[in-house]
């Protein structure tokens, strides 16, 4: 196995790591996709999403994220997602895909006290 490969695998094992820490305070989701997505070789079953930082919002208008927007979700996904999509796998995603990871991100701009929670 080359050094390349090795940092592949590594690498991968670090995210099925991350992946399986789905954090219960509302800063992680974990999403199975209803149709994977294939990068090469490599398949795609799942993704988690991370509660963005202010700085990750930069360009896109939130009222477009709160309401799903497509355009503002694509924009989204990429920043947010572990393993990190590309833009162009974003755009290819099942539309049922793509709600669930639209509301799991909306879900995190909502303040404790919107979700119910307490704070």
Request: glycine content about 6%; charged content about 30%; some cysteine.
């Amino acid at each position: 196995m080359s050094q390349a490969q090795k940092a592949t695998t590594a690498a991968e094992k670090t995210a099925d790591i991350d992946a399986d820490k789905t954090v219960a305070d509302g800063t992680r989701a974990t999403i199975a996709l209803d149709t994977p997505i294939v990068r090469g070789e490599q398949r795609i079953d799942e993704i988690v999403l991370r509660k963005p930082s202010a700085g990750e919002l930069r360009g896109v208008n939130l009222a477009d994220v709160l309401q799903m927007q497509t355009d503002a979700l694509i924009k989204l996904i990429p920043r947010l997602s572990q393993p990190s999509l590309t833009e162009h796998e974003a755009r290819q995603m099942d539309p049922a895909d793509l709600v669930q990871c639209g509301s799991d991100i909306a879900g995190f701009l909502l303040s404790k006290r919107a979700r119910g929670e307490t704070a």
